[in-house]
């Protein structure tokens, strides 16, 4: 019984909630696939919306790869340093560290 309720429960979720090992699961439950286990997860997303004919995903969280946010990172701690030297105020400087310790949190996240 607690089977069912376990598949009920996977359909309803987005293949972006799923697992690793869920995704892959159902990978290999088409016929004639091979390299799944090489695959990340973004790829399996993809290649199972493909196969189940489904709309792809809608709801990125972050649409752009953790390279661009560092490069943003980059360019805030180049203006810190920059408006540090100039003798910014210590609350224009507080802000940007700011900026910065939020922009390095996003790239833990994507």
Do not use: C, N, Q, S
């Given at each position: 019984?607690?089977?069912k309720k376990e598949r009920k429960a996977k359909k309803e979720k987005a293949l972006e909630d799923?697992?690793?090992k869920e995704l892959r699961e159902?990978?290999?439950k088409v016929p004639n696939v091979q390299g799944i286990h090489g695959m990340n997860k973004h790829e399996i997303i993809e290649f199972l919306r493909q196969e189940k004919g489904l709309p792809p995903s809608s709801?990125?969280?972050n649409s752009e790869g953790v390279?661009?946010?560092k490069?943003?990172?980059n360019q805030l701690r180049e203006k810190l340093n920059q408006e540090r030297n100039e003798g910014a105020s210590r609350n224009r400087l507080a802000?940007?560290?700011r900026k910065v310790s939020r922009m390095?949190?996003?790239t833990r996240h994507i």
């Open positions: 019984m607690g089977e799923w697992t690793i159902e990978a290999l709801t990125k969280k390279r661009v946010f490069g943003k990172v802000i940007l560290r390095k949190k996003k």
